[in-house]
């Protein structure tokens, strides 16, 4: 029998995959919203999206990669994982000069751009050549699915973030559904920006 570990997730486990690409597809809709979005969206949505890939990016290294170090045996299969983290490193650059400019910013919105485009090779990547090749390997995807989520709401709790999931598991979100996520997602983060907007104002100059 499975292990059973305690989540703060209501929904049933998922294993480790369908939590990752479903992290992905949440991403990716917030760079699209971005693009529509006026200046103040913008910034919210950059934001939102930043903190995302960060707990994102710490869940894969801290998990993910090592133990897929470990099981990948073949040496450009683990050459994958090694590209993948150096993918994140550059990644991390990119984001940490988003946190740091304000909307107004001359490259705010490029800069948000080029994240975008990164994370979108970089999950090609991950789901097109990695995924499959973990869904081979000896992994226990179902226990690792856990560890995943456990951590993810720990660090969102740690940074005082909302769980926000707008695409099904399964299936792209219709227009209508999209809709409907883009309205719940404006919500949460109208609230995060209430409480955020002053903090980071004491620390701009
Ligand atoms: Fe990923
Ligand atoms: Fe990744």
Known sequence: ?????????????????????????????????????????QSSI????????????????????????????????????????VEHASAKDLIAKIEGMAPEDDGFRATVKVLG???KHHVKEEEGELFPKLKKAEIDLKDMGSRLADRKFALMEQIGIQA?????????ATAKGSRAAGARARQA???????????SRATRH
């Open 1 to 41: 029998m499975a292990r059973s570990t305690p989540s703060r997730a209501s929904d049933s486990p998922r294993d480790a995959i369908a939590l990752l690409k479903q992290d992905h597809r949440t991403v990716e809709a917030l760079f699209d919203e971005f693009e529509s979005a006026d200046e103040e969206e």
């Open 46 to 85: 950059a934001e939102r999206v930043c903190q995302l890939l960060t707990i994102h990016a710490q869940i894969e290294e801290e998990i993910l990669y090592p133990e897929a170090m470990e099981a990948l045996e073949d040496e450009e299969d683990s050459e994958l994982v090694h590209e993948a983290q």
């Open 117 to 119: 485009e990164y994370v």
């Open 164 to 172: 926000e999931e707008p695409a099904p598991a399964r299936k792209r």
């Open 189 to 199: 983060r109208a609230g995060s920006r209430r409480s955020s907007r002053s903090s």
